[in-house]
């Protein structure tokens, strides 16, 4: 069974340009997450779909930042404009069940973002 | 509030030690998780274990072992007879059963030398 993917693995842009980020999730998975690591911090949390629905999108910065789960299938955070605190990497998450605050997320491999 | 604290930044030691990373959590929750993942320099987060808040019993999976101690808040990990493999950023989690997110704390960077 393949794991959760995330494209691309690595992106470089400058101040001020759009960037997009995709995971796909674990086949099957309803729940998906989004989470940041800035450099030597934690891993915070940003939003969680169910399906296609946002269920909780406490954690997003700002309106800069923008995520889409069209389908219920994979999911898109587009960052616009790009800011030099947006640097970090960028984690997905899916869950298999419905609600799923007591299931295991199985994380991607994270996109590197910097901008500079 | 929920936080977890992870106060060793990093652990060197010397392959075939015995290394414990600590982990101290927070919360008002009576039901909740606690989770260890694994981020070797590949960089994707690896899940280790799963424990529940009414669950202290202690486990052990090969040379990894887990400590879970309600009394004091604490959810330590221990490798026995650690390999060069073990080298990795180690995060441990919170996830409060009537919420979805997961609070990590700041990770452990373990090196083992051979």
């Known amino acids: 069974e393949a794991g959760v993917t995330q494209f691309p693995s690595h992106s470089v842009i400058e101040k001020g340009q759009t960037v997009t980020l995709r995971c796909d999730p674990i086949?099957?998975?309803?729940?998906l997450y989004w989470y940041r690591r800035v450099m030597g911090k934690e891993i915070k949390f940003l939003l969680h779909?169910?399906?296609?629905?946002?269920?909780?999108e406490s954690g997003m910065p700002n309106n800069r930042f923008l995520a889409e789960r069209t389908g219920g299938t994979y999911s898109t955070l587009k960052v616009q404009p790009a800011e030099l605190e947006d640097s970090g990497v960028y984690f997905c998450?899916?869950?298999?069940?419905?609600?799923?605050?007591?299931?295991?997320?199985?994380f991607g491999p994270g996109t590197r973002l910097t901008v500079l | 509030a929920q936080k977890v604290t992870q106060a060793q930044t990093e652990i060197s030691v010397v392959e075939k030690e015995d290394v414990t990373l600590d982990c101290v959590y927070e919360?008002?929750?009576?039901?909740?998780?606690l989770f260890w993942y694994k981020q070797p320099p590949s960089g994707e987060l690896v899940f280790l274990i799963r424990?529940?808040?009414?669950?202290?019993q202690n486990e052990i999976s090969g040379r990894y072992s887990w400590n879970f101690q309600k009394s004091t808040s604490s959810f330590n990990f221990t490798i026995t007879a650690s390999q060069v493999v073990d080298s990795a950023v180690y995060f441990c989690?919170?996830?409060?059963?009537?919420?979805?997110?997961?609070?990590f704390g700041t990770g452990t960077r373990l090196q083992v030398f051979p």
């Open positions: 998450a899916s869950s298999p069940v419905e609600r799923g605050g007591t299931d295991t997320q199985y």
């Open positions: 086949s099957g998975h309803d729940n």
């Open positions: 779909f169910v399906k296609e629905s946002k269920q909780d």
């Open positions: 919360t008002r929750d009576t039901t909740y998780y």
């Open positions: 424990r529940n808040s009414f669950d202290e």
């Open positions: 989690a919170l996830n409060e059963y009537n919420t979805d997110k997961l609070i």
